[in-house]
């Protein structure tokens, strides 16, 4: 590799595993669709020590606790049939976390699912499916 391709490169990760290319992938898609939808974006990849949430968005008085999914094929099942009740908790008690962050502002909440599906490395399709599901039990919020 000559100098100048070195250069070019530096900083990038050519060997990061294809699932967590098609992961960034479908984020960046996520959150560029969510803002055209009229989303205000907060951040990315918020990680606690319970978890991680993709995307936070705010939509008016409501903040969104959002899941992105990317698929590169739906033959068995939908992308969001991955978030578990498993998920679903943990999911939860990062949200939790990061509302204490912010000192427990009086807003509401919500969770989101953005699907990506992906063909040949290029996005496909993006389904928003707003409010797909509540805090677990037993936690409460507001």
């Not at 898609?29 to 993709?54: P, V």
């Not at 949200?95 to 953005?114: G, N, Q, S, T, W």
Request: with cysteine.
């Amino acid at each position: 590799m000559s100098l100048w391709q070195r250069i070019k490169s530096w900083g990038k990760d050519e060997t990061k595993p294809v699932h967590l290319q098609r992961g960034e992938l479908g984020e960046r898609a996520a959150k560029k669709h969510l803002q055209l939808s009229g989303l205000k974006f907060l951040t990315a990849n918020y990680r606690s020590s319970r978890g991680e949430i993709d995307l936070v968005f705010r939509d008016a008085d409501c903040l969104v606790f959002i899941e992105v999914k990317t698929r590169s094929s739906e033959r068995w099942t939908r992308p969001a049939a991955a978030v578990n009740a498993r998920k679903r908790h943990l999911l939860s008690q990062t949200a939790l976390d990061y509302l204490r962050l912010l000192k427990h502002p009086e807003v509401r909440i919500r969770f989101d699912i953005v699907e990506v599906l992906l063909e040949e490395g290029v996005v496909r399709e993006i389904r928003h499916l707003p409010n797909t599901f509540a805090l677990s039990p037993p936690y409460r919020y507001g």
